[in-house]
């Protein structure tokens, strides 16, 4: 029996813009990307008028002979439309775009410097085939494609009612969870078709893989949507999805559901930086629980051309292609010469969202708008490691007084966006309100002088 997983299809519209200049000094010391969490799924969307190119990466764990994927599309994708992408150019962007812990070092308060802000740069048997169409047809059920791509064998199936594609769908192996007719007949009225993929496990070892490779899709659609309900039915407990979108215009937002920046900015104890996993999965969860996991969060949003700094490298124009990108031509327009830092093109805004799901606090798919904002933001939290030396000046000795009401509120910082114990984060960042310990400064003891 196959087990499905059902991931999601999407779509967005863009057009084009200028870019916005932000800048910033730091050093990146670590990143929350998709692999924090379990149960997740990448999604990239790139988007211009009505195409799109779909690129779905799966963490789907176990035999893969029990692995099948069913998707909702606009539209029946020929062969040509289809192709298997490469996971690293997901884990790529997930890099790139990542949350981020940033850390600066405070200097010396008796010679500061005053650095300039960086610059924004430019084989099934006949017989037997036969037999199955026989049955589909039967159900009402209309096989539209039939191929094989990479390793995967692929049917575009359209149908007249929800249970003759359920009986369909059963009567070949495919294990659905309770609940999906209604949900397949709500997309039925749409006019959707599915997209249904499993292993070829024969091909799989005659290619050399022995993981799933992201699939790709390409299609023209006016829907703005993302089908997620499916994936809710045979879930075990609520999911999380990324959902990294390349457009020529701005952000995207969706508008049947909150979205919501991120918490970004603050000052944090020094000793986040070997915790930072868990403070951003703590993070992550106190945010979604305030919205009451009803909202869609904002993680990055930036011009591909440049970062600041970089996390990890913009995606080449190369990476960016195979993704999709269609705009960028072999001639390189829609590359502004001269407007890069790493190869990276400026007619590409990313933005990356972050939805926790489930199906009682996400009964609809998501619906999308592409903005015209292309101001930057991202993610982002700070550690300040404090001046060590000698005080030798009246700015010295200022600064040192100031670092009391600098580390209780960096304590308070860490306890509003985890909902950890201000007591616990106290104890180990070494301070103790209202007194010194064990005769040592309390900055001494903070900072281990």
Known sequence: MKHVTALVAALLVVALAAPTVLAFCGFYVARADAKLFNQASQVVLVRHDDKTVLTMANDFKGDLKEFAIVVPVPTVLEKGQVRVSDRALVEHLDAYSAPRLVEYFDDDPCSPRYPAALQAPMGMATARRDMAVDRANSLGVTIEARYTVGEYDILILSARESGGLETWLRDNGYRLPAGASPILGSYLKQGMKFFVARVNLKEQSRLGFTYLRPLQMAFESPKFMLPIRLGTLNADGAQELFVYALTRKGRVETTNYRTVRLPTGMELPVYVKEEFPQFYRAMFSQQVEREDMRAVFLEYAWDMAWCDPCAAQPLSVEELRKLGVFWLDEGGAGVRMGR??????????????????????????????????????????????????????????????????????????????????????????????????????????????
């Open 340 to 449: 890069r830092t790493a190869g990276g093109p400026v007619d590409v805004f990313m933005t990356r969202l972050h939805v926790r799901y489930d199906a009682s606090h996400f009964p609809e798919d998501l619906v999308f708008q592409e903005t015209a904002d292309r101001a930057n933001f991202q993610g982002r939290y700070v550690l300040r490691h404090p001046w060590k030396g000698e005080a030798r000046c009246a700015a010295a000795q200022r600064y040192r007084e100031a670092l009391r009401a600098r580390a209780e509120q960096e304590a308070g910082a860490l306890a509003s966006l985890t909902g950890w114990p201000i007591e616990e984060i106290r104890r180990k960042a070494g301070v103790i309100p209202g007194g010194e310990n064990n005769g040592r400064r309390w900055w001494e003891r903070l900072y281990g002088e």
